[in-house]
T-cell receptor
Framework: AQKITQTQPGMFVQEKEAVTLDCTYDTSDQSYGLFWYKQPSSGEMIFLIYQGSYDEQNATEGRYSLNFQKARKSANLVISASQLGDSAMYFCAMRELSGSARQLTFGSGTQLTVLP | KAGVTQTPRYLIKTRGQQVTLSCSPISGHRSVSWYQQTPGQGLQFLFEYFSETQRNKGNFPGRFSGRQFSNSRSEMNVSTLELGDSALYLC?????????????FGPGTRLTVT
């Protein structure tokens, strides 16, 4: 069974600095996708970035990059030049792509607070 | 293009009642998935519908059910509500079943059971 672990319940970062949010995963599947979502206090889940298990390069989307280390089964999110609007809950998620289970499995989340 | 919409946004029900939540996916999307989010259990998958057929179901009791219409709109129903059903219910739409990186979430329906 797939499992996502986020060990940082809360993180603080100074505005304009970079921050890394940790995510480790466990799966026996060889084909899977890893995702990061942002959830502001309004509740909506906002898709940030995606990394496929066979992608050789780390994914990047603007200020977001995913530090994918397959051997260590980690998929950390790096946010560069933090902004006050980045304060939110961040979830790491995974979907196994080769089986019949199509749902996303989420980690417990990290509450990020950006300080002015 | 309009995003995923969910109605109602907030709902208060009494224990024992039933409730129906609605989700309208992004135009052209045929897959709708439902998730329950609670402080204690986090985000948990309920079920997925694709082309009016349930494709996958999470580990929830039979009180939780859903359906999808020919226009891809989906409803989920919870019967005999319990206090523990209080949660944020999120739906997500995607063009295909399993097209995870295309999965867009709606704003959620916050259900409170008293």
């Amino acid at each position: 069974a797939q499992k996502i672990t986020q060990t940082q319940p809360g993180m603080f970062v100074q505005e304009k600095e970079a921050v890394t949010l940790d995510c480790t995963y466990d799966t026996s599947d060889q084909s899977y996708g890893l995702f990061w979502y942002k959830q502001p206090s309004s509740g909506e889940m906002i898709f940030l970035i995606y990394q496929g298990s066979y992608d050789e390069q780390n994914a990047t989307e603007g200020r977001y990059s995913l530090n994918f280390q397959k051997a260590r089964k980690s998929a950390n999110l790096v946010i560069s030049a933090s902004q006050l609007g980045d304060s939110a809950m961040y979830f790491c998620a995974m979907r196994e792509l080769s089986g019949s289970a199509r749902q996303l499995t989420f980690g417990s989340g990290t509450q990020l607070t950006v300080l002015p | 293009k309009a995003g995923v919409t969910q109605t109602p946004r907030y709902l208060i029900k009494t224990r024992g009642q039933q409730v129906t939540l609605s989700c309208s996916p992004i135009s052209g999307h045929r897959s709708v998935s439902w998730y329950q989010q609670t402080p204690g259990q986090g985000l948990q998958f309920l079920f997925e519908y694709f082309s009016e057929t349930q494709r996958n179901k999470g580990n929830f009791p039979g009180r939780f059910s859903g359906r999808q219409f020919s226009n891809s709109r989906s409803e989920m129903n919870v019967s005999t509500l319990e206090l523990g059903d209080s949660a944020l219910y999120l739906c997500a739409s995607s063009y295909t079943s399993g097209g995870a990186y295309e999965q867009y979430f709606g704003p959620g329906t916050r259900l409170t059971v008293t």
